[in-house]
Protein backbone atom coordinates (compact mmCIF):
# COMPACT_ATOMS: atom_id res chain seq x y z
CA UNK A 1 0.00 0.00 0.00
CA UNK A 2 1.29 3.34 -0.90
CA UNK A 3 0.02 6.94 -0.83
CA UNK A 4 -1.17 8.12 -4.29
CA UNK A 5 -2.48 11.70 -3.42
CA UNK A 6 -2.70 13.77 -0.56
CA UNK A 7 -6.70 14.30 0.47
CA UNK A 8 -6.34 17.72 1.79
CA UNK A 9 -4.66 21.06 3.58
CA UNK A 10 -4.87 22.58 6.34
CA UNK A 11 -3.89 25.97 7.87
CA UNK A 12 -4.64 27.40 11.39
CA UNK A 13 -6.16 30.42 11.52
CA UNK A 14 -4.17 33.31 11.22
CA UNK A 15 -1.88 34.40 14.24
CA UNK A 16 -2.71 30.84 15.12
CA UNK A 17 0.21 27.79 15.58
CA UNK A 18 -0.77 24.20 15.97
CA UNK A 19 1.43 22.58 18.82
CA UNK A 20 -0.63 19.31 18.68
CA UNK A 21 -2.88 16.72 17.45
CA UNK A 22 -5.18 14.29 18.70
CA UNK A 23 -7.61 11.44 17.35
CA UNK A 24 -11.14 11.75 17.38
CA UNK A 25 -13.91 9.23 15.93
CA UNK A 26 -14.57 12.19 13.74
CA UNK A 27 -11.01 12.65 12.51
CA UNK A 28 -8.78 14.83 14.20
CA UNK A 29 -8.40 17.70 16.78
CA UNK A 30 -5.72 20.42 16.70
CA UNK A 31 -4.52 22.39 19.81
CA UNK A 32 -3.60 25.80 19.61
CA UNK A 33 -2.69 28.57 21.60
CA UNK A 34 -6.05 29.28 23.02
CA UNK A 35 -8.13 26.44 22.58
CA UNK A 36 -8.92 23.51 19.88
CA UNK A 37 -10.40 23.19 16.03
CA UNK A 38 -11.52 19.70 15.04
CA UNK A 39 -11.44 18.57 11.40
CA UNK A 40 -13.10 16.35 9.70
CA UNK A 41 -10.43 13.19 8.61
CA UNK A 42 -12.14 12.33 5.26
CA UNK A 43 -12.34 16.30 4.29
CA UNK A 44 -10.19 18.73 6.36
CA UNK A 45 -13.24 21.04 6.96
CA UNK A 46 -13.67 22.26 10.23
CA UNK A 47 -16.19 20.77 12.33
CA UNK A 48 -16.26 22.72 15.37
CA UNK A 49 -13.76 24.82 17.34
CA UNK A 50 -13.59 26.32 20.98
CA UNK A 51 -11.50 29.07 21.13
CA UNK A 52 -10.64 32.49 23.52
CA UNK A 53 -9.11 35.37 23.05
CA UNK A 54 -8.75 36.06 26.78
CA UNK A 55 -6.75 32.69 27.55
CA UNK A 56 -4.47 30.60 27.08
CA UNK A 57 -4.75 26.48 26.62
CA UNK A 58 -2.02 25.02 28.66
CA UNK A 59 -3.23 21.35 27.76
CA UNK A 60 -5.63 19.22 26.29
CA UNK A 61 -6.25 15.74 26.24
CA UNK A 62 -9.28 12.93 24.81
CA UNK A 63 -10.67 10.43 27.40
CA UNK A 64 -9.62 6.83 26.41
CA UNK A 65 -13.15 6.27 24.91
CA UNK A 66 -12.54 9.28 22.30
CA UNK A 67 -15.98 10.94 23.49
CA UNK A 68 -15.09 13.95 25.32
CA UNK A 69 -11.81 16.53 25.19
CA UNK A 70 -10.54 17.95 28.16
CA UNK A 71 -8.58 21.24 27.95
CA UNK A 72 -6.77 23.22 30.61
CA UNK A 73 -6.59 26.74 30.43
CA UNK A 74 -4.44 29.86 32.75
CA UNK A 75 -7.04 31.43 35.06
CA UNK A 76 -7.63 34.83 34.83
CA UNK A 77 -8.11 37.70 37.62
CA UNK A 78 -11.90 38.11 36.37
CA UNK A 79 -12.78 34.43 36.08
CA UNK A 80 -11.11 33.89 40.17
CA UNK A 81 -13.69 36.17 41.24
CA UNK A 82 -16.62 34.89 39.61
CA UNK A 83 -15.61 31.15 40.70
CA UNK A 84 -15.59 29.53 43.76
CA UNK A 85 -12.48 28.80 43.33
CA UNK A 86 -10.56 26.01 45.79
CA UNK A 87 -7.37 28.37 46.05
CA UNK A 88 -6.79 32.03 45.49
CA UNK A 89 -3.20 31.69 43.91
CA UNK A 90 -3.70 31.80 40.28
CA UNK A 91 -0.48 29.86 39.68
CA UNK A 92 -2.19 27.15 41.21
CA UNK A 93 -5.20 26.94 39.14
CA UNK A 94 -6.70 25.85 36.04
CA UNK A 95 -9.69 26.53 34.36
CA UNK A 96 -10.69 23.03 32.91
CA UNK A 97 -13.25 22.38 30.00
CA UNK A 98 -14.93 19.30 28.80
CA UNK A 99 -16.58 19.21 25.41
CA UNK A 100 -18.48 16.68 23.36
CA UNK A 101 -15.55 15.26 20.58
CA UNK A 102 -18.46 15.28 17.93
CA UNK A 103 -20.09 18.59 18.02
CA UNK A 104 -18.05 20.81 20.34
CA UNK A 105 -21.23 20.99 23.01
CA UNK A 106 -19.26 22.63 26.06
CA UNK A 107 -20.20 19.78 28.64
CA UNK A 108 -18.54 20.73 31.63
CA UNK A 109 -16.79 23.63 33.35
CA UNK A 110 -14.77 24.42 36.65
CA UNK A 111 -11.78 26.65 38.24
CA UNK A 112 -9.50 23.36 39.67
CA UNK A 113 -6.28 23.49 41.27
CA UNK A 114 -3.48 22.10 38.97
CA UNK A 115 -1.89 19.33 41.33
CA UNK A 116 1.62 19.78 42.49
CA UNK A 117 4.60 21.74 40.39
CA UNK A 118 7.69 20.28 40.68
CA UNK A 119 8.14 17.74 37.82
CA UNK A 120 11.66 16.76 37.75
CA UNK A 121 13.65 17.17 34.29
CA UNK A 122 10.48 18.53 32.06
CA UNK A 123 10.05 20.88 34.00
CA UNK A 124 9.60 23.74 33.04
CA UNK A 125 8.14 23.39 29.28
CA UNK A 126 8.63 25.57 26.86
CA UNK A 127 5.30 26.01 24.46
CA UNK A 128 4.70 26.25 21.21
CA UNK A 129 4.66 30.23 20.81
CA UNK A 130 8.23 30.50 22.94
CA UNK A 131 6.40 30.96 26.87
CA UNK A 132 8.08 28.95 29.69
CA UNK A 133 5.16 26.49 31.55
CA UNK A 134 5.90 25.15 35.01
CA UNK A 135 3.52 22.45 34.09
CA UNK A 136 2.23 20.36 37.08
CA UNK A 137 2.63 16.28 36.56
CA UNK A 138 -0.95 15.50 35.66
CA UNK A 139 -2.36 19.21 34.12
CA UNK A 140 -4.94 16.96 31.95
CA UNK A 141 -2.66 14.87 30.05
CA UNK A 142 -3.63 11.98 32.18
CA UNK A 143 -7.28 11.24 31.71
CA UNK A 144 -9.92 8.45 32.06
CA UNK A 145 -13.46 8.36 30.57
CA UNK A 146 -14.97 10.44 33.94
CA UNK A 147 -12.21 11.63 35.84
CA UNK A 148 -8.52 13.20 35.33
CA UNK A 149 -5.44 11.59 37.54
CA UNK A 150 -3.24 13.64 39.44
CA UNK A 151 -0.11 12.34 40.60
CA UNK A 152 1.15 14.11 43.85
CA UNK A 153 4.75 12.70 43.47
CA UNK A 154 5.94 9.36 42.81
CA UNK A 155 4.11 7.36 45.70
CA UNK A 156 0.55 8.87 45.00
CA UNK A 157 -2.07 9.37 42.40
CA UNK A 158 -5.61 10.62 43.01
CA UNK A 159 -8.28 10.84 40.49
CA UNK A 160 -11.17 13.46 40.28
CA UNK A 161 -14.18 13.50 38.46
CA UNK A 162 -14.77 15.82 35.37
CA UNK A 163 -17.58 17.45 36.51
CA UNK A 164 -17.43 18.04 39.95
CA UNK A 165 -13.51 17.57 40.89
CA UNK A 166 -14.50 15.54 43.79
CA UNK A 167 -12.09 12.93 44.81
CA UNK A 168 -12.89 9.33 43.31
CA UNK A 169 -10.19 7.12 44.59
CA UNK A 170 -6.82 7.76 46.23
CA UNK A 171 -3.99 5.59 45.30
CA UNK A 172 -0.51 6.10 48.10
CA UNK A 173 2.40 3.45 47.82
CA UNK A 174 4.18 2.82 50.98
CA UNK A 175 7.62 3.18 50.49
CA UNK A 176 10.32 1.90 53.53
CA UNK A 177 13.46 3.54 54.10
Given at each position: M?V?????E????E?A??S?FL?I??G??????D????LDG???E????Y??DDA?????????D??R??L?F??D?D??E????????L??LR?L??L?????????????E????PR??N????S??????D??A?E????T??AR????G??S??A??L?DD?V?WT???????
Amino acid sequence: MSVQEQAWEWDPPEGAEASSFLSIPSGLVVQLGDGAVALDGATGEQTWHYRRDDARLISLSTTPDEDRLVLSFEVDEDELEEAEAPSKDLDDLRDLVVLDTETGELLDGQIVEAGPRPRSHNNPTVSPEGSVLDLSAAEVRHVTDDARLVSFGPWSVEARSLTDDSVLWTHRRYVPY
